[in-house]
């Protein structure tokens, strides 16, 4: 899941002014206005209607609300959040009341996948330069996978249901950027399983239900069985599109700890009623860009959940290795951070303005093909730090580890915050305390668990 968005940035308020006002300058003003532009290497283009789509698509009051969408805020208004759960936080509570807000007011099953797919739900991201990030996906999956692997990546498309201007036609077929994202990390899993390919698959926070219609649309591999634990804010979006892509036969929705689940098509459990999916053998659990945004408190919960659901792989992707005085949307300072039982056997880093990793680990494997921690440097040596004090727990391994993040790297990553307090708490001694206060005034100093206005 992303992170909430305002309805439109004061960038695109500006812009929409200027093309508005565009309209009524006379023909010489305009003729002027274009070759001042072409001067400094610009080109003005009219603005497709559908860029504004979300905003004009108000929901039709008068209108009838069809059967899906009857179905989908019947299980929306029928949830509850038990009070032996974390709490959501300010900034999930936020999120979730202003969700249930808009919902209300949505009558069709296109305009609630229209206003999940929109900005202002903060579930999906797409940004402007799909046709690159295509480009950039195709190639680094060509150099990354095995031909048939690769040969599936054709299979990966648009559901039927999809704001225009958030497709675009790539070598003949519609696709988004949630599901081109779909398609790299599904293609990279299986690539990274080998064979041991999933039959069950579990996917913590499952956005609008790309990822689970991917899983089960792709032709390099379906799982027999797709659940998805989620808050119901969020699997309101995944209901509907799931049972207008697949039908209504293949979604099962979990209403109470007493329902027992499917062994094929779609589960989807509110989080509220994850026993009732206690019993599932998962293969694989994944968990894609929401963890970061979860408190410390979910995040203990769900590595917890991990060592009791009986489950094989577990694979995420989520920040990594941001500065500790600038986590924006984050809320926690390390995720995921499984027990020692699990062990990483994958991982890939993308460094940029949001550094990102994406984790692969094997539950009970005793095996550890890796090279020691000293032939890495940079971010790449602090993962494996980090990773061997996740795994030892021990003074040793944590001193060592927030050593480097103090000495080797050129801002104090947001990990270390946790790694501190761990030291201090084991040790107990003044300078380990001392040096976790002074860790926390730094991140308390900075930007973390950013709410955008709606």
Not at 156 to 184: H, M, N, W
Not at 227 to 240: A, C, G, K, N, Q
Not at 426 to 436: M, V, Y
Request: charged share 25%.
């Amino acid at each position: 899941m992303t992170k909430p968005h305002p309805a439109i940035s004061r960038t695109e308020s500006d812009r929409l002014s200027l093309m508005h006002l565009h309209r009524f300058l006379p023909a010489k003003i305009k003729q002027a206005i274009h070759r001042s532009v072409a001067a400094l290497g610009y080109q003005i283009q009219k603005t497709p209607a559908s860029s504004l789509g979300f905003l004009r698509r108000i929901p039709r009051r008068s209108t009838k609300e069809d059967a899906l969408i009857r179905k989908a805020k019947a299980h929306l208004i029928e949830s509850e959040m038990p009070s032996d759960l974390p709490s959501f936080g300010e900034r999930w509570e936020t999120y979730a009341s202003r969700l249930r807000s808009r919902i209300k007011k949505v009558r069709t099953t296109e305009d609630l996948l229209f206003l999940g797919q929109s900005p202002i739900s903060g579930v999906e991201s797409h940004p402007p330069e799909l046709f690159g990030y295509c480009q950039y996906f195709d190639l680094s999956l060509v150099s990354e996978l095995p031909s048939d692997l690769y040969e599936a990546m054709q299979s990966f498309r648009s559901p039927r249901i999809i704001q225009p201007e958030y497709a675009i036609e790539y070598r003949g077929r519609k696709i988004d950027f949630v599901t081109l994202c779909a398609a790299y990390d599904i293609l990279t899993i299986l690539n990274w399983l080998g064979q041991a390919r999933p039959r069950t698959v579990c996917d913590i926070g499952g956005g609008t239900g790309k990822y689970a219609l991917s899983w089960l649309t792709n032709s390099a591999h379906r799982p027999d069985l797709v659940v998805i634990l989620d808050i119901p804010e969020t699997l309101v979006y995944s209901e509907t599109l799931l049972r207008s892509e697949l039908g209504d036969s293949r979604i099962q929705y979990i209403s109470s700890h007493n329902i027992v689940p499917s062994t094929s098509g779609v589960v989807l459990c509110p989080i509220a009623y994850a026993r009732a999916v206690g019993g599932v053998p998962f293969d694989l659990v994944t968990n894609k860009w929401s963890m970061q945004e979860m408190s410390d408190e979910w995040i203990d919960w769900y590595m917890d959940w991990l060592d009791r659901q009986p489950c094989r792989f577990f694979w995420s992707s989520n920040y990594f290795g941001m500065p500790l005085n600038y986590m924006t949307e984050g809320h926690n300072s390390w995720s995921p951070r499984p027990s020692e039982r699990w062990q990483l056997t994958h991982f890939k880093l993308d460094l940029s303005l949001r550094n990102w990793a994406s984790l692969l680990f094997r539950r009970d494997s005793d095996q550890d093909s890796r090279p020691p921690a000293s032939e890495f440097k940079g971010i790449e040596g602090w993962l494996h730090l980090l990773d061997l004090a996740r795994r030892q727990n021990d003074e040793p391994s944590l001193r060592r580890a927030l050593g480097y993040a103090r000495s080797q790297l050129p801002f104090i990553p947001k990990e270390a915050w946790q790694v501190a307090k761990i030291l201090s708490q084991l040790t107990a001694s003044p300078e380990d305390q001392a040096l976790f206060q002074e860790l926390d005034l730094i991140r308390k100093s900075g930007r973390e668990a950013l709410v955008h206005s709606s």
